[in-house]
């Protein structure tokens, strides 16, 4: 098993903290944060499929 992180894995990881850090200190773009990775994961599973 290989131990080493794929950089696509890091890159998520760091965008989710952010957007978790900017929610909680300014809730009022919690909604609109999380609308936006609503339709960024969408876009991902249905470009994936494809």
Do not use: I, W
Not at 10 to 29: C, K, R, S
Not at 36 to 45: A, E
Request: hydrophobic share 55%; proline share 4%.
């Amino acid at each position: 098993m290989n131990s080493e992180l794929d950089p696509r894995t890091v890159l998520m990881m760091l965008a989710g903290t952010f957007v978790v850090y900017v929610a909680l200190e300014h809730p009022q773009f919690g909604t609109v944060l999380l609308v936006g990775v609503g339709v960024v994961t969408l876009l991902h599973l249905l470009m994936k499929g494809s």
